[in-house]
């Protein structure tokens, strides 16, 4: 291929000098280059082609056992100054980090094809989009990223001969001796290999050592929430960890909302729910990042900047999401599941009877007995959003859509309600900053118990989390409180003495959609509390569940407990200490205006 971009040809040559590959191939993005690729993968045993008869266009991976998930305590921020990467980002000095990589990289890719992914972040021509390319010697990142992002040819005619891109560097770090196998997974052997670098003032990714999701796909949550997050600091704008979901009431008016749910707390879920409510419709424009803009009008405009989605399987159920199952029947890349001995997929959760037999996610025999899940807790699917069943129309256009409210939430047993609805723009900003979750399976080596994670962005930070919170509060400063959308904490999660849900969740959670809408059209009911909005007694609609779900335990999960709420305030106040003086001082006001509330 031509270049046009010399200064992109430049970086690629000096890559290319540093890594050493075999050959050099720049990804075109044709259906064909993606066959090609996946027949050499399965030729050389590192992926399996599924039954064309149970599963047409789907393939199998497995990844190392050591290579699963994210690498939190290997994900670095490089920014120049320390006090800028703040309380919650690994950071690292760049140049120390860029020698330590360097040697790294330096022959990493001998007896390997570098590849060249141009890719782009959102509709390509979008004011919102935006580019980057991608060096792997990965194969499957290449196959995964055709399908997260749109890539090839077309993204290179939009770069043009001098457009702006982010460099996104990539090596499982595996290099091949002469006449050396290679492993079903390469990847580095130890996880202290493994780095995911990031050097915000110079929107470039250093990844090397994983093969993983997050850790590999570096569009995903490296570029459009580390290095976006910081562009869209310095632009004005939102880089988030949100959904985005079209819901259509009965009347036919349409409302959009956005979802910021920690990793594992069901994000794609909520992005295609299907309402057990009649009447209600749900549409899909995301399932994990939205960015979002101003319009002329001065409302949040948001964009997908995926193209796929690379969602959790072990759970996804007909019952759970049936859009889901529907959606990854064909064309889809599974990776850590079981393989059955028909040559389908099965993994836990799933609503289908285990099978006597099959090949588990580390490539040994399985049966129901053996005590072992045959799927991993963190194995995903990579399909196209195009071919989910519930995804809207204009999920794709690159105007955006503009929203009306605001989710926030996590996973907690106890103290957070099922939904509250902030009293305005600063105490929503405010919930957000003191949400959090209990430990999940989305990255590897994380304590147990409830972490704070502000608007499910701690993993995904590019900069300090105080700046970040302040960069919230002062979009707010941006429109009128009018135009701005409503912000609302849910919890699904709610315990009871048994430790099981109480919420039925999932299809249900529509009924929590309904009264988010009524509140926004302004029919919904509710009543005040120090903490928040909390729905009045009947306005969340029950009708059809009364078996899963009585007034009575729907009130437990909608009351306000003093004393629990005075306990999270001491955790709050000690998360706070961790922001110093970059704590906005909006955050501290609404923390003792809660207290003054409670007592
Ligand atoms: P990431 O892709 O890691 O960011 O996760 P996500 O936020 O997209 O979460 P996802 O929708 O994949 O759900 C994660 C887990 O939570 C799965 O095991 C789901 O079955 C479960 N889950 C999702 N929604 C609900 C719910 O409403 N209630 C309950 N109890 N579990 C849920
Ligand atoms: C998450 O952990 O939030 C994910 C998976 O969506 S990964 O892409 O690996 O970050
Ligand atoms: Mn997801």
């Known amino acids: 291929m031509n270049l046009k971009h010399k200064e992109l040809a430049a970086w690629i040559e000096e890559v290319r000098e540093m890594c050493k590959p075999d050959s050099v191939h720049i990804a075109d993005g044709s259906k064909e280059e993606y066959n090609k690729m996946l027949q050499i993968m399965i030729d050389a045993g590192l992926a399996t082609a599924l039954n064309p008869e149970k599963r047409p266009g789907c393939f199998l991976f497995r990844s190392h056992p050591s290579d699963v998930a994210r690498v939190e305590n290997r994900t670095f921020i490089a920014s120049k100054k320390q006090e800028d990467a703040g309380p919650d980002c690994n950071w690292v000095d760049p140049e120390e980090l860029k020698a330590d990589m360097r040697k790294l990289y330096d022959g990493c890719m001998k007896g390997r094809v570098m590849y060249v992914i141009p890719f782009s972040m959102g509709p390509i021509g979008s004011p919102i989009s935006k580019i980057g390319v991608e060096i792997s010697d990965s194969p499957y990142v290449v196959i995964n990223m055709a399908i997260m992002t749109r890539i090839g040819e077309k993204v290179l005619g939009a770069l043009g001969a001098d457009g702006e891109f982010v460099r996104c560097i990539h090596s499982v770090g595996k290099p091949l001796n002469d006449g050396e196998k290679d492993s079903s997974w390469p990847c580095a052997p130890s996880i202290d290999q493994k780095y995911i670098s990031h050097f915000p003032e110079e929107r470039t990714i250093w990844s090397y050592g994983s093969g993983y999701g997050g850790n590999a796909l570096l569009g995903k949550k490296c570029f459009a929430l580390r290095i976006a997050g910081v ?225 499910a962005m701690l993993p995904f930070m590019g900069y300090h989390t105080g700046d970040y919170l302040q960069h919230w509060l002062n979009t707010g400063k941006k429109s009128d409180s009018g135009k701005l959308p409503k912000i609302y904490f849910v919890n699904w999660f709610r315990k009871d003495e048994n430790d099981k849900f109480i919420w039925p969740g999932f299809g249900e959670n529509s009924r929590v959609l309904k009264w988010i809408v009524e509140r926004l059209s302004g029919i919904g009911e509710a009543v005040e509390t120090p903490i928040g909005n909390l729905p009045a007694p009947g306005a969340i609609d029950l009708c059809g569940i009364e078996d899963k779900i009585s007034e009575e335990s729907l009130a437990k999960i909608l009351d306000v407990d003093k004393a629990s709420w005075l306990e999270e305030i001491v955790s709050i106040k000690e998360n706070y200490k961790k922001f110093g003086d970059r704590l906005p001082e909006e955050l501290s006001e609404q923390l003792d205006a809660l207290e003054k509330r409670l007592s």
């Not at 994990?288 to 969602?311: T, V």
């Not at 850590?336 to 099965?346: A, C, E, K, S």
């Not at 069943?389 to 503009?402: F, L, M, Q, R």
Request: net charge negative.
């Open 231 to 455: 562009q869209a600091r310095d632009e004005g704008w939102l880089a988030e960890h949100m959904l985005i979901l079209k819901i259509t009431d009965p009347a036919g008016k349409v409302y959009y909302i956005c979802g910021a749910l920690p990793s594992f707390c069901g994000k794609t879920n909520l992005a295609m729910v299907v309402p057990t409510l009649p009447g209600w419709k749900v549409e899909t424009i995301g399932d994990d990042i939205a960015w979002m803009k101003f319009g002329e009008d001065g409302r949040l405009y948001a964009i997908n900047p995926e193209a796929g989605f690379f969602g959790v399987v072990p759970g996804t159920s007909a019952q759970s999401n049936p859009n889901a199952m529907k959606q990854i029947e064909r064309d889809t890349i599974f990776t850590n599941v079981g393989l059955t001995d028909d040559g389908d997929v099965w993994w836990e959760g799933g609503g289908i009877p285990a099978p006597e037999h099959l090949i588990d996610w580390e490539g040994n025999d399985w049966t129901p007995d053996c005590g072992r899940p045959a799927a991993h807790a963190n194995a995903r699917f990579t399909s196209p959003a195009a071919q989910c069943p519930s995804i809207a129309p204009e999920w794709e256009d690159p105007a955006g859509v503009p929203i009306s409210a605001i989710l926030i939430g996590g996973r907690r047993g106890g103290t957070i309600p099922l939904v509250n609805e902030s009293l305005d723009w600063n105490h929503g900003v405010f919930l957000g900053s003191i949400m959090g979750s209990e430990t999940t399976a989305a990255a590897i080596g994380l304590a147990a118990g409830v972490r704070r994670d502000p608007f």
